[in-house]
């Protein structure tokens, strides 16, 4: 039997990928038509709101790149064996963990020095959110798609309730805004985006570099399909 080539598992993932979205696409119209809508019209504005108008594609944008970057973790766990559906949830306390590190930082400290501190408290606060799923897992066994799917409703609650004692005032729910000298360029004046977009670009090649041609990508590869034969690989 051949291996099939560079490009035709290009086209076979690219197919995959389209298949689900074609899919989900059916689907969803199979619902609409169910409670007596039209789907074409229903897609039309759907897709003319949210890619036919300037503040539709500035918020398609503004909230892919928070999903990119979550994506991404989950993509890396997903290769690995491990089926995190708790990244919701991380997300909240990554968040969370990074506004509650801007509060407190010097308001004279340098974008640089902000940017890593603020990134670095959100990877901890995201890792802290997976630790009980992770320890379940190792310790007991417990399926990590039970455990984590789990967790994201108790941590979106736990994020909720703690964000009222930092709240910017009694009348809403959010902290205090971030400097305006510590906060990211927008893709454009007026756009929503900005360029951490870039940034989730470029992770997503990072990350399919190191799956495919590092030595520590193919171990997360082997693992994921098989941890038998990994560990007798001496993985």
């Not at 995959?16 to 504005?45: E, K, N």
């Not at 991404?72 to 559906?85: C, D, P, Q, V, Y």
């Not at 408290?121 to 190792?138: E, F, I, N, R, S």
């Not at 729910?173 to 906060?183: F, K, Q």
Request: with cysteine; net charge positive.
């Amino acid at each position: 039997m051949t291996t099939p080539s560079r490009g035709a598992r290009l086209v076979l993932e690219l197919a995959v990928v389209l298949t689900a979205v074609l899919a989900s696409l059916v689907v969803g119209a199979l619902l609409i038509a169910a409670r007596g809508h039209d789907p074409l019209m229903v897609y039309g504005v759907w897709f003319g709101e949210a890619l036919g108008t300037p503040g539709g594609r500035s918020q398609v944008v503004y909230k892919a790149t928070t999903l990119g970057f979550t994506g991404l973790a989950a993509a890396l766990s997903f290769r690995a064996g491990m089926f995190n559906i708790g990244a919701e949830g991380q997300l909240y306390v990554g968040c969370f963990s990074a506004a509650l590190v801007s509060l407190v930082l010097p308001r004279e400290l340098p974008w640089v020095l902000v940017a890593l501190s603020l990134t670095l408290a959100a990877l901890l606060g995201g890792a802290l959110a997976a630790t009980l799923p992770a320890v379940l897992k190792v310790r007991r066994q417990t399926h990590e798609v039970i455990t984590t799917m789990m967790m994201n409703f108790i941590l979106v609650s736990v994020v909720n309730y703690l964000l009222h004692f930092v709240r910017e005032g009694p009348e809403v729910v959010r902290t205090a805004a971030i400097p305006v000298a510590w906060r990211v360029e927008r893709l454009a004046r007026g756009f929503d985006g900005n360029t951490t977009a870039v940034v989730v670009l470029v992770l997503a090649l990072a990350l399919t570099w190191f799956l495919a041609r590092t030595v520590g990508g193919y171990a997360v590869r082997a693992v994921g399909a098989s941890p038998g034969a990994a560990a007798m690989g001496g993985i």
